[in-house]
């Protein structure tokens, strides 16, 4: 009131009008609340668990819509830890779709999630490159009812070591490697008419790259048939040899033209073509494709940073000085056929030992299980490497179908 006037002041007007304010912004949020529009009962849950196993990271979602009446759309993301990287997403359930893989997140959107709905859980699975460590974690906008509310949540990865990636031999010059990741490489699959071989091409199920290191049946051997079977991609030494399998029936798209000096990547793993003093004949020459063009070998580097140079059938060469310095194979596979010199696979190491001292294992291929008579034998080029190179080097009998690991 004003002093004597019997009229109220503006100052009790104000807070009159303060409280009033109060009162309706009051009614708005319970009113809200009780639709689902605020408070904690309309909020999502998020929950994940994660878990390292074999050469992936798993992990699983779950979102939970808790609230008796609300609809909601999401937009879910999730990232995996540090040291590994997206593979696929596997398990999404009705009504969410998989966007893809957005900056390093996978994503998915979910339209109408249902009152007292849940979705999930969607698995995620990340091929392991290195060691990952650290947390993983999912970010969850809940676009209705509450537009701009967030949850995240996140789980942390007990640091793994990613299986060590291994060789087998399978007979004369046919190799596998399976990497760390679980990539499969195959070095000159000869298997058909090959008397040594352990296994059959039906048992060959799985292959990423599959690599011929020149034209000849005992080199690029079955290489047509398992491309076609497991859709590969195809490395033969010489452009010309590419050719010659696209003429042959390989799909263009699975076939890599190369030559020489040639380096092709496939994730972390890298595949150098070197050269090769060896022909390339084609065991079914055509017009356009008379010849394989030049024979090569391969250095192969694998996630973990070990080198397997395969030599193919080549003859000693100076060229292996500077591979030996450039790459430096960790493991030397190299040719000992029937009439090889000794003395010319005992140059093969001390060449490719140049600026390398870390190449102490070698393997011998184009091999026989029993070698014929007069043939030269492993324990002639172990005798022959003794002699000229001036370190223990470990020649490796491999057993057919029994891996090795591949680590330093």
């Not at 450039?326 to 040719?335: E, H, N, R, W, Y």
């Amino acid at each position: 009131m004003e002093p004597g006037s019997g009229k109220p002041s503006w100052r009790s007007g104000r807070v009159l009008a303060a409280a009033l304010v109060l009162l309706l912004l009051a009614v708005i949020v319970l009113a809200l609340a009780t639709a689902g529009g605020v408070g904690a009962a309309a909020s999502p849950l998020l929950q994940m668990t994660g878990r390292v196993s074999d050469n992936q990271v798993v992990y699983d979602i779950t979102l939970t819509n808790p609230d008796p009446e609300a609809i909601g759309n999401v937009f879910l993301a999730a990232k995996v830890p540090e040291g590994a990287s997206f593979d696929r997403a596997t398990a999404t359930p009705a009504g969410a779709s998989f966007v893809g893989i957005q900056d390093g997140n996978a994503v998915w959107l979910a339209r109408e999630v249902p009152a007292n709905g849940r979705l999930g859980p969607f698995s995620f699975r990340a091929s392991i490159t290195r060691r990952p460590t650290g947390p993983a974690w999912a970010f969850l906008h809940w676009m209705a009812p509450q537009e701009g509310t967030t949850v995240s949540q996140s789980v942390t990865f007990d640091r793994a070591q990613a299986p060590a990636p291994t060789l087998e031999w399978f007979g004369w010059s046919h190799f596998r490697i399976t990497t760390a990741s679980g990539m499969v490489i195959l070095i000159n699959p000869f298997i058909t008419n090959n008397p040594d071989s352990s296994i059959g091409v039906e048992d060959i199920t799985k292959a990423d790259v599959i690599l011929a290191a020149d034209g000849h049946g005992d080199e690029q051997g079955d290489t047509i048939a398992l491309a076609q079977k497991t859709g590969a991609k195809v490395i033969g030494a010489g452009f010309e040899l590419g050719s010659w399998f696209i003429q042959q029936g390989i799909p263009s798209s699975q076939v890599i033209r190369t030559n020489p000096g040639d380096r092709h990547r496939f994730g972390d793993v890298t595949v150098r073509i070197t050269g090769s003093v060896h022909g390339s004949g084609l065991p079914r020459p055509t017009i356009e494709n008379p010849y394989g063009g030049p024979a090569g070998g391969f250095m192969i580097t694998l996630e973990n940073g070990f080198t397997v140079y395969f030599a193919g059938s080549t003859a000693a060469t100076m060229d292996m000085q500077l591979w030996g310095s450039t790459f430096k194979p960790d493991l030397a596979i190299l040719p000992l056929n029937n009439t090889r010199e000794p003395l010319d696979v005992a140059q093969m190491v001390r060449l490719l030992r140049t600026g390398n001292p870390g190449l102490t294992r070698v393997i011998p291929h184009h091999q026989r299980l029993q070698p014929p008579p007069g043939a030269t034998t492993i324990a002639e080029m172990e005798d022959a490497i003794a002699q000229m190179v001036n370190v223990p080097i470990t020649v490796m009998r491999l057993e057919r179908g029994s891996p090795i690991t591949l680590t330093r």
